[in-house]
């Protein structure tokens, strides 16, 4: 390296190191207001606003314990755990306890102090019972604490190692609303106990729907009741919230609740890497598109805990790979505050989501606020029926990547799967549809290269002519006019290859999400979703994983061959350095894709076989001899000028500037 680039690397370093040490200490002063601000809202005594100002600021200082620590003493403040429930969230944003150590099976009994509550001190204590409520797809718990859904299993779904797919359960789960009666008394619904109404056993829905009331009595005849219909045969649920002659213990300008909404989010495949990848919050804004909290996976990734404020939204899910809990409203929710904290990598948990969502609420002797729940898999073609944007949970890509998923790829997918039952079948003849459809521009791009390859010498000899290094835009010139002279086009075989990349993009998109082929097994592969695993290894690769996946490795070796096979001499007529190129690129994609989808590797080596027939089959057809001899005959030819030449030209001589010189 000469003095210049030494002298480039150096300011380079010293930009970086200047700019790291200004950005730690703007976010340490960002921290330490933000902390200033909250001790201040403690003092007050507003624990909510002071909980929610520590935890922005735990976004700038993830591992401050002093601030951590006052976060997990305003949770048992606020009733979000006690000494038989550790706080959870605390521990899983410092990122140093595994969480279900903090997670009891069953429901620790709250002790509150029932003076507090005014009109439902009565409903303080109770029996931890559950009730049932299912249909032919899904068995919904109900708590009498709290009156919320406690667990929600899905029948037609297994985990990886065989076990039911329960979206969440347990006692973590927190849902409820929080207001102020007329005498300030604080009221969390979460923590008091519903008793159901004319319930006699499992509610079943087999042939009509039906309906579940949990209702929380007051001391003066009122009371709020949640009812929870549920369709035969379907993943929505309605749930209602009914407020009856609360008028005289609600403030009269009262015009929204408080509904809060937690769950700890558990892993459910056997790639943790993969649906941790595909995990997250997503939330719908009211009249416009469905967003990321935390924006695109690395920009999470850069923090524990992710927190946003939200306007007018239409719903808020909490979805894995697979399957998502979404609230609906009836109309739109006001607004919210939203957070994700991610859990210790050695946990049996990805996420930890919390939700405190503004509710429209009517003052009256009986208000009533509708809502939906979505407890499902993440489905596209079942989500797009309900008609509320709930198919954008699966990311298929972004714009042309996306068309191309919806519009082309799941719709012959979903034809094909109505006659066959085998998805290692479907992959095959989809692959081989997409290649067929693609064959005029492989062809195109074969013959180009044909070209280049057969023009090779004649390349050879201009460099020949021009050996010296200052004479390399005189090699250049001559070498473009040796082109144009030949009818060849250098960026020829480019532009086919380009236009296929969307539908390769496409496909890493729709491979890993596509619940279809979880658990569907073909030959080695016992699960198309996730890696075909043929060698577990004792140690850990980075980039490349514990394992070893056959199909990834056959990806990559056919990815070789059929460069190879396509382009003998490794693109060096084009750019020099471009054979070891051919060789790097496949085994980084091996690194990348060991952890991914078998059922997308599978397609990727499909791919390359046919593409090596394709490139045999047109090296039968097409003659390099023919090729030579038509080149030859382009370069006695004299040039044809461009149309915007010759309307150049034209414009000169009405002028009557002279033409530039070449």
Known sequence: MDRNTVTGIILIFLIFLGFSLYNNHRMGKFFEAEKEYADSLYAAGNYDLAREAYIRALNYKPKDQPTIQKVTELNKQLGLGSVQQPDSAALV????????????????????????????????????????????????????????????????????????????????????????????????????????????????????????????????????????????????????????????????NTTSMALDWKMYIPQQEKGRQNEDMYT?????????????????????????????????????????????????SDDFFLNAVVTSTNADPTSRYLRFFESEIGVPFAHSDRSRVKMQFYFGPNSFTLMKKYDIELEKLVFLGRNIIRWINQFVIIPIFNLLANYIESYGLIILILTLIIKLALSPLTHRSFISQAKMRVMKPMVDEIAKKYPKQEDAMKKQQATMDLYKKAGVSPMGGCLPMLLQMPILFAMFRFFPTSIELRQQ???????????????????????????????????????????????????QEQMP??????YLMPVMFMLILNNFSSGLT?????????????????????????????????????????????????????????????
């Open 280 to 328: 997250g919050l997503k939330y719908k804004v009211y009249q416009e598109d469905v967003v990321d909290l935390g924006g695109t996976r690395m920009q999470r990734q850069k923090k524990d805990v992710v927190t946003e404020s939200l306007m007018k939204t239409d719903w808020i899910a909490y979805k894995d790979q697979f399957f998502s809990s979404v609230l609906v």
């Open 521 to 571: 097994s073909f030959l080695w592969a016992k699960d198309l979703s996730t890696y075909d695993s043929i060698l577990d290894l004792p140690f850990t690769i980075p980039m490349y994983g514990d394992h070893v996946s056959l199909f990834t490795l056959l990806m990559t070796a056919s990815t070789i061959i059929s460069t190879r096979i396509s382009n003998p001499s490794g693109g």
């Open 93 to 252: 944003a410092a990122g140093t306890t595994d969480t279900t150590a903090a997670l009891p099976g069953s429901m620790p009994v709250r002790v509150t102090d029932s003076t507090a509550l005014g009109v439902f001190s009565s409903r303080t204590r109770g029996e931890d019972e559950l009730y049932t409520l299912e249909n032919d797809l899904m068995v919904m718990k109900i708590a009498a604490r709290g009156g919320k859904p406690y667990s929600v299993m899905l029948k037609e779904y297994k985990t990886h190692d065989g076990r039911p797919v329960v979206l969440f359960d347990g006692d973590s789960t927190v849902f409820g609303y929080k207001f102020f009666t007329v005498d300030n008394k604080p009221i969390r619904t979460d923590e008091l106990y519903f008793t159901p109404v004319d319930y006699h056993g499992p509610v079943v829905a087999s042939g009509s729907p039906v309906s579940l009331t949990m209702r929380l009595e007051a001391s003066d005849g009122a009371y709020i009741d949640y009812v929870y219909t549920m369709q035969p045969d379907d993943y929505m649920i309605d749930f209602e919230s009914v407020f009856n002659s609360l008028s005289s213990v609600i403030p009269a």
């Open 577 to 582: 350095g471009m054979k070891s190129m051919m």
């Open 602 to 662: 599978y397609y990727y080596f499909l791919a390359n076989l046919i593409s090596i027939i394709q490139t045999q089959f047109s090296r039968r057809f097409v003659s390099e001899k023919e090729l030579l001899k038509k080149i030859e005959e382009n370069k006695k030819k004299p040039v044809k000028k461009s149309k915007w030449q010759q309307r150049l030209e034209a414009a000169a001589k009405q002028s009557g500037r002279p033409l530039p010189k070449k």
